[in-house]
């Protein structure tokens, strides 16, 4: 499984070495050019790259592992695709610490470059997203880093099912620093509201 393609930001050659790279997911049945134009309300010093999912589904739209609905997500594609992100991370970041900020299925994965790699991830952005039931498992020593995390939902979403939502929150309350948003009337999408409370998550999170 390889990661093939992604989009930079232009600011990415200029920014500090130092500067935390923001790594954009996308979410199921999309592409790596759909999440670049929240960059304008993050913060705007910070670069980022836009991965392309690995699984490719035809038309241009892209996953990051089968979904199986009605059945759970099995957790073996979601530990393959996460190998696959982080090799390619490695191979075109190094290094850097990351902001991982997903989507949907871009969101989980997003969670599973946090409990993978927790000290290469300077804060973590969750829109709209989940995690597996396998991925509910204890993760050992994370809850005492207790990352900074944004998990923000519509209060509509019909996409995401509610036992997806309710281990979300119990893990991300147990092990992360949580700032938890559920914005009203809002489904399976991201609001302007959302995007400027991103913003300040991570201007808060770096300072």
Do not use: K
């Amino acid at each position: 499984m390889e990661i093939p393609a992604c989009v930079a930001s232009q600011n990415f050659a200029t920014a500090a070495a130092d500067a935390p790279v923001m790594v954009l997911l996308h979410g199921y049945g999309s592409h790596e050019h759909d999440l670049p134009g929240i960059a304008a309300w993050l913060p705007r010093h910070l670069p980022w790259v836009s991965v392309r999912a690995p699984l490719a589904m035809g038309g241009g739209a892209a996953a990051w592992f089968p979904l199986t609905l009605p059945d759970e997500p099995s957790q073996t594609p979601v530990d393959e695709a996460t190998e696959a992100l982080w090799s390619f991370l490695d191979q075109e970041l190094g290094d850097r610490t990351v902001i991982p900020v997903g989507f949907s299925q871009g969101g989980l994965m997003a969670t599973q470059l946090l409990r993978t790699r927790p000290q290469q991830v300077a804060a973590t952005v969750v829109l709209a997203g989940f995690i597996t039931e396998e991925g509910e498992r204890a993760d050992a020593g994370l809850s005492s880093l207790a990352p900074s995390v944004f998990w923000g939902r519509g209060e509509s979403d019909g996409v995401i099912w509610d036992a997806a939502v309710e281990r979300t929150e119990r893990w991300l309350t147990s092990h992360t620093s949580l700032t938890s948003r559920v914005y009203a009337g809002l489904g399976h999408s991201v609001s302007e509201q959302e995007l400027l409370d991103v913003g300040e998550f991570l201007r808060s999170a770096l300072r």
